[in-house]
């Protein structure tokens, strides 16, 4: 492989700079290399704590080779239930738009799941609305706070909204690992006092958006989830929370009802 050093020599140097899945890395590493001084840079980059993702310069979420760059959130693999609960209630046809979507990775895998679906993403952060229109190509990426810049004529029509804010406290973002803290932008990460500041504006005009039986997503901790369900009820939609234990992930549901009346449903799923 052109030249290339060993495996076995980049794995330890991968271990050394603290790397728990330095052989995954360095096969990934060698693979994407061009040449033997590309392959240097990358794994210089990567042993000085840059993302793995960041280094590669994308990410395989839900099948699909999403494009990552410096200073853009990173898809986590606890969102993609986030991502599967989206698809599964998409329908050709629908309007879904993706919040605070950073790489618009949901929005993405949306788009190639479900056919002729109009989707859109937004995000305050110029970087990753540079990022997701790589992804989602076709000019509906919108720059600016959550729904804002998204076009007037969505109101009242959107079936699926899907957002995946911001929500570690602000006192723990100390505590993350560094290759988030010191890679990721503070505003993709911080959620405020309760980690969920972001979401309770989210939450709180939903209901201007979403068509009647329209839903809307959020990613969240199980922690926070019984907080945010009640959000939900409290801004008129029916509320389910649904979890992945294995991936760690956890994502709370709520449908704009058709009609008024009936009960509100809160379960766990």
Do not use: K
Request: glycine share 10%.
């Amino acid at each position: 492989m052109f030249g290339c050093p060993p495996v076995s020599s980049v794995v330890d140097r991968l271990r050394a700079a603290g790397c728990v899945f330095a052989e995954q890395e360095a096969q990934l590493l060698l693979a994407e290399a061009g040449s033997p001084a590309q392959l240097e840079r990358m794994v210089s980059r990567r042993v000085e704590g840059l993302p793995l993702e960041v280094v590669l310069g994308w990410v395989r979420f839900c099948g699909l080779r999403i494009a990552v760059e410096p200073g853009v959130f990173v898809p986590r693999r606890r969102t993609q239930l986030l991502a599967r609960q989206a698809v599964a209630l998409t329908h050709p046809g629908s309007v879904v738009v993706d919040l605070c979507c950073g790489s618009a990775a949901v929005a993405a895998v949306v788009a190639d799941s479900v056919t002729d679906t109009q989707v859109h993403a937004a995000d305050i952060d110029a970087a990753a609305v540079r990022c997701a229109r790589r992804n989602l190509p076709g000019g509906r990426v919108h720059q600016g706070d959550l729904f804002e810049p998204l076009p007037g004529a969505l109101r009242g029509q959107v079936e699926v909204v899907v957002c995946n804010a911001p929500y570690v406290p602000s006192g723990q973002v100390a505590m993350l690992p560094p290759e988030a803290r010191e890679h990721e932008p503070l505003v993709a990460l911080d959620g405020g006092p309760d980690g969920l500041a972001v979401q309770r504006r989210v939450v709180a005009s939903a209901a201007q958006w979403l068509a009647p039986g329209g839903h809307l997503l959020i990613e969240s901790t199980r922690r926070q989830a019984e907080t945010l369900a009640g959000l939900f009820t409290a801004a008129g939609l029916t509320v389910r929370v649904t979890t992945d234990p294995g991936a760690g992930a956890t994502v709370v549901i709520g449908s704009r009802r058709a009609s008024q009346g009936g009960p509100h449903d809160l379960r766990e799923a």
